[in-house]
């Protein structure tokens, strides 16, 4: 069974573009959130998806965005980047329950200049 | 506010002997808690996990240890192995609240 599939791996981009990460979930998962991982900052919580609806949100500015999709996959989107945007972008597949059950991708690693 | 603390960064111990890594908590609602592991360049990978309902629970060289009125929990490894050497995360989380608040990090490393 493929596990969860972040593509890009890695990203550069530069400040004020808009970036958009992909993630493919374990087949069968319904569940797919979205983490920002910083140095200090462990991983916090961007948003969660089940079944193409967004079933929580974090506390960051409406420039991060998500949408999933019928077959379960699902995008972030970041508008008008800023450096302090540069981080491990993480994203992790649940059959369900988003909490108890996550399975994490390898990540997106975006640097913005 | 940081909901979930693991206030050491980094911790070195001697293969073969006990490696010990703290978490605190704040929030009251938590009832669920996760240990991950997490090596360089790849996502964390789940460990072990305690309910509220539980202190202790083990599997293999790993138990985890809840304190609910010092609002605590701890991981043990033993015996610690090379292969150990990672960054632990601690996560905490309630029903009905489908994301998971994590700790800092604690980087340990095992020293051969």
């Known amino acids: 069974k493929a596990g969860v599939t972040q593509t890009p791996r890695y990203l550069i981009k530069t400040r004020g573009q808009q970036v958009t990460l992909s993630c493919s979930p374990i087949?069968?998962?319904?569940?797919v959130s979205w983490y920002q991982q910083t140095p200090g900052q462990g991983l916090q919580f961007l948003f969660e998806?089940?079944?193409?609806?967004?079933?929580n949100k974090g506390n960051f500015p409406g420039r991060f965005s998500g949408r999933q999709f019928s077959n379960s996959r699902s995008e972030m989107n970041v508008s008008t980047l800023e450096l302090g945007d540069s981080a491990l972008y993480l994203c992790?597949?649940?059959?369900?329950?988003?909490?108890?059950?996550?399975?994490f991708g390898q990540g997106t690693r975006l640097t913005v200049v | 506010d940081q909901q979930v603390k693991q206030n050491s960064p980094s911790l070195s111990v001697q293969e073969g002997r006990i490696s010990i890594l703290n978490c605190d908590y704040t929030n009251s609602m938590f009832d669920y808690f996760l240990w991950y592991k997490k090596y360089p360049a790849e996502g964390p990978t789940f460990l072990i996990s305690?309910?509220?309902?539980?202190d202790k629970n083990e599997d293999g060289r790993f138990t985890v240890f809840l304190n609910k009125s010092a609002k605590h929990l701890s991981l043990h490894i033993v015996p610690s192995q090379p292969g150990d050497s990672a960054v632990y995360f601690c996560?905490?989380?309630?029903?009905?609240?489908?994301?998971?608040?994590f700790g800092t990090g604690t980087r340990l490393t095992i020293i051969p």
């Open positions: 305690i309910s509220s309902i539980k």
């Open positions: 087949s069968g998962h319904r569940s």
């Open positions: 996560a905490a989380t309630y029903f009905g609240n489908e994301k998971l608040t």
């Open positions: 992790a597949s649940s059959p369900d329950r988003a909490n108890t059950e996550a399975f």
């Open positions: 998806y089940f079944s193409e609806t967004q079933r």
